[in-house]
């Protein structure tokens, strides 16, 4: 026994034999710990509620997945409000860092030998515990948590700046109530690993982003911006815009990389672009697109020309500047080039080179609103591009037939019968643009017949076409794009296909007309027509059906059999039969 120890008085002496008693024991025990748990995690670590103890580095890391896979398969529901919301793990892309928190367990009591046998000792008598921690899609989880606040809560007002015309006022700032993100966030991570998985969410005081100050310049500038009008100039024109039009400009938006947050004042080009632009267009020009001018089956290309017009981002920062400074309120245009949408290179590459079908179609003349239709028609049609397999469709490209765009009443077949229509004569460009495919051989996809046979069409080539029903489709099966060209006169119109011809040859066979309906025959009194005469007041039509086969060839192959069948209703015949009063016949003069 040392000296200093039996000098000691008896109780010292055995109080101090005992803490070294201990100390001996938790040392041979973290030691025993150390060498029973090489390679392992030593016994007492958990990562949050599981306890991983005993296993390798990987097998922490595998039993920290299952976990968190077996707890996230419930669902969470978020309460607020009295109302309810399921968030599951797949909704927030929930997630865990299983190797990184098996290397965190691994690493307790292990480093230098004092920090080891500290950590193994607090394992050993009183647990260790690595938090377990969850991470998600921020922005999944604030979009669900947004939604609530949509739903319950009253938003914070922002400080702010209204203008109207030429008065300017402050928005001030006001507090609302709703959840909180960072609160929500981590109550409901916590729920996925715990048996409540119920959150309950109060609503809390929400502060606006921007106060006061922070909109105080921006209130200022606008002031500013409409205390006098503004000149515009470009060379030795002029244009002066009034107060009253420059609040219209007026936009406001946050100032980038401050704290707090602050808005400012700006001209939006958008604005300036609405209504500069038309007002100053004498000093530019439009951009004109390539085109293609067809005459006697010869088609050739129109070049593109630039445009110029007022660079409107440009004056926007320009006025900015000059709406807010102390200087003259004077702003000079700036031009730039505008592309055509469509360049010369671009229609070369387009393949339109020759016509491949033309058919022309009559009409009478003396019906001017149905020939101001078919104008009208002709016109939207002409200029129409179909790219190398698309599918051209007549109602998307003519749109709706309305008085706006000039269409007037004229007779069209509805419901079996010859009525007045916004737009009628429309069927007769249907029926010319539907043969001038036939005649190409470009694929049909959509066709219908007239309900009602009209004989001076060709025999079961009509096409009729009605703004949200039946429609006419035609696909460009070529590797070039394909033109749609118009032509008409008073009494008949053309329509072309120009594109490379793929080298198809059209031949067709008519069938005989059959299932043959005699019209119904509808007498109506006429007390006005002596009695047993008989007058036609509308001519009926008989019902019947008839086929027509396209054969496509190509290099004497034939591509393409297509069947057209056309099914025409009988339309009734009205005919008033007199009910007045016969008229006697005189009687022959007998001369003596």
């Given at each position: 026994m040392p000296g200093w120890l039996a000098s000691m008085p008896a109780p010292a002496r055995a109080a101090v034999l005992v803490v070294a008693g201990v100390l001996t024991i938790a040392v041979i025990a973290g030691g025993l710990d150390a060498i029973a748990s090489a390679g392992r995690v030593h016994p007492g670590v958990s990562v949050g509620a599981l306890a991983v103890g005993g296993k390798t580095s990987a097998e922490a890391r595998e039993a920290i997945s299952s976990y968190v896979i077996a707890q996230a398969a419930t669902p969470v529901v978020i309460q607020a409000a009295g109302s309810s919301w399921e968030v599951t793990a797949e909704s927030v892309a929930l997630s865990v860092d299983a190797t990184g928190l098996a290397e965190a367990a691994y690493s307790v009591g292990r480093g230098d030998a004092g920090a080891a046998l500290a950590g193994r000792l607090r394992a050993i008598f009183g647990g260790v515990i690595v938090p377990m921690r969850l991470s998600c899609d921020e922005g999944a989880l604030r979009g669900i948590i947004d939604s609530i606040n949509e739903a319950v809560a009253t938003p914070a007002v922002d400080a702010g700046v209204k203008v109207d015309g030429e008065s300017v006022t402050r928005i001030e700032p006001k507090d609302g109530v709703g959840v909180t993100s960072e609160d929500a966030r981590s109550r409901v991570l916590d729920a996925f690993l715990s048996t409540d998985r119920t959150v309950l969410?109060?609503?809390?005081?929400?502060?606006?982003?921007?106060?006061?100050?922070?909109?105080?310049?921006?209130?200022?500038?606008?002031?500013?911006?409409?205390?006098?009008?503004?000149?515009?100039?470009?060379?030795?024109?002029?244009?002066?815009?009034?107060?009253?039009?420059?609040?219209?400009?007026?936009?406001?938006?946050?100032v980038e990389g401050i704290d707090p947050p602050a808005i400012e004042a700006y001209i939006v080009s958008e604005d300036v672009s609405s209504t500069v632009l038309p007002m100053v267009a004498e000093v530019g020009k439009p951009a004109r697109d390539a085109g293609f001018q067809v005459s006697n089956g010869v088609v050739?290309?129109?070049?593109?020309?630039?445009?110029?017009?007022?660079?409107?981002?440009?004056?926007?920062?320009?006025?900015?500047?000059?709406?807010?400074?102390?200087?003259?309120?004077?702003?000079?245009?700036?031009?730039?080039?505008?592309?055509?949408?469509i360049t010369t290179e671009e229609a070369q590459a387009m393949g339109i080179v020759e016509r491949l079908s033309t058919f022309t179609t009559d009409y009478a003349a003396s019906n001017k609103p149905r020939v101001n239709n078919i104008h009208i028609l002709a016109d939207a049609l002409d200029g129409t591009l179909i790219p190398p397999g698309g599918t051209f469709s007549f109602n998307e490209t003519i749109g709706?037939?309305?008085?706006?765009?000039?269409?007037?009443?004229?007779?069209?077949?509805?419901?079996?019968?010859?009525?007045?229509?916004?737009?009628?004569?429309?069927?007769?460009?249907?029926?010319?643009?539907?043969?001038?495919?036939?005649?190409?051989?470009?694929?049909?996809?959509?066709?219908?017949?007239?309900?009602?046979?009209?004989?001076?069409?060709?025999?079961?080539?009509?096409?009729?076409?009605?703004?949200?029903?039946?429609?006419?489709?035609?696909?460009?099966?070529?590797?070039?794009?394909?033109?749609?060209?118009?032509?008409?006169?008073?009494?008949?119109?053309?329509?072309?296909?120009?594109?490379?011809?793929?080298?198809?040859?059209?031949?067709?066979?008519?069938?005989?007309?059959?299932?043959?309906?005699?019209?119904?025959?509808?007498?109506?009194?006429?007390?006005?027509?002596?009695?047993?005469?008989?007058?036609?007041?509308?001519?009926?039509?008989?019902?019947?059906?008839?086929?027509?086969?396209?054969?496509?060839?190509?290099?004497g192959v034939e591509i393409r059999t297509d069947t057209f069948k056309s099914a025409y209703k009988a339309a009734e015949e009205v005919v008033r039969v007199g009910t007045g009063t016969a008229v006697p016949s005189t009687p022959a003069t007998v001369s003596p």
């Amino acid at each position: 026994m040392p000296g200093w120890l039996a000098s000691m008085p008896a109780p010292a002496r055995a109080a101090v034999l005992v803490v070294a008693g201990v100390l001996t024991i938790a040392v041979i025990a973290g030691g025993l710990d150390a060498i029973a748990s090489a390679g392992r995690v030593h016994p007492g670590v958990s990562v949050g509620a599981l306890a991983v103890g005993g296993k390798t580095s990987a097998e922490a890391r595998e039993a920290i997945s299952s976990y968190v896979i077996a707890q996230a398969a419930t669902p969470v529901v978020i309460q607020a409000a009295g109302s309810s919301w399921e968030v599951t793990a797949e909704s927030v892309a929930l997630s865990v860092d299983a190797t990184g928190l098996a290397e965190a367990a691994y690493s307790v009591g292990r480093g230098d030998a004092g920090a080891a046998l500290a950590g193994r000792l607090r394992a050993i008598f009183g647990g260790v515990i690595v938090p377990m921690r969850l991470s998600c899609d921020e922005g999944a989880l604030r979009g669900i948590i947004d939604s609530i606040n949509e739903a319950v809560a009253t938003p914070a007002v922002d400080a702010g700046v209204k203008v109207d015309g030429e008065s300017v006022t402050r928005i001030e700032p006001k507090d609302g109530v709703g959840v909180t993100s960072e609160d929500a966030r981590s109550r409901v991570l916590d729920a996925f690993l715990s048996t409540d998985r119920t959150v309950l969410l109060g609503l809390g005081p929400i502060s606006p982003e921007v106060d006061s100050a922070g909109a105080e310049q921006a209130y200022r500038d606008a002031l500013m911006m409409v205390s006098a009008p503004v000149t515009l100039y470009y060379a030795e024109k002029s244009w002066d815009v009034d107060p009253e039009t420059i609040g219209g400009w007026i936009g406001f938006r946050r100032v980038e990389g401050i704290d707090p947050p602050a808005i400012e004042a700006y001209i939006v080009s958008e604005d300036v672009s609405s209504t500069v632009l038309p007002m100053v267009a004498e000093v530019g020009k439009p951009a004109r697109d390539a085109g293609f001018q067809v005459s006697n089956g010869v088609v050739a290309i129109v070049p593109a020309e630039d445009g110029l017009q007022a660079d409107a981002e440009d004056l926007a920062l320009r006025l900015t500047g000059v709406l807010t400074g102390s200087g003259e309120r004077r702003a000079e245009l700036t031009m730039h080039r505008v592309a055509p949408e469509i360049t010369t290179e671009e229609a070369q590459a387009m393949g339109i080179v020759e016509r491949l079908s033309t058919f022309t179609t009559d009409y009478a003349a003396s019906n001017k609103p149905r020939v101001n239709n078919i104008h009208i028609l002709a016109d939207a049609l002409d200029g129409t591009l179909i790219p190398p397999g698309g599918t051209f469709s007549f109602n998307e490209t003519i749109g709706p037939r309305t008085a706006e765009k000039g269409y007037q009443e004229a007779n069209a077949i509805v419901n079996g019968k010859l009525v007045p229509q916004l737009g009628g004569g429309i069927c007769q460009v249907g029926t010319t643009i539907f043969n001038t495919v036939f005649f190409s051989g470009l694929p049909v996809v959509e066709r219908h017949n007239h309900s009602l046979y009209i004989s001076h069409y060709p025999t079961g080539r009509d096409a009729t076409v009605t703004w949200g029903g039946a429609d006419f489709k035609f696909k460009n099966d070529t590797p070039n794009w394909v033109l749609v060209a118009t032509g008409y006169s008073s009494s008949t119109i053309t329509i072309s296909l120009y594109g490379t011809k793929p080298g198809y040859e059209v031949t067709y066979e008519t069938g005989p007309w059959t299932d043959i309906v005699a019209p119904p025959i509808r007498e109506v009194p006429d007390p006005t027509l002596p009695a047993g005469s008989r007058v036609v007041e509308e001519k009926g039509v008989s019902g019947r059906k008839c086929v027509v086969v396209r054969h496509v060839l190509q290099n004497g192959v034939e591509i393409r059999t297509d069947t057209f069948k056309s099914a025409y209703k009988a339309a009734e015949e009205v005919v008033r039969v007199g009910t007045g009063t016969a008229v006697p016949s005189t009687p022959a003069t007998v001369s003596p």
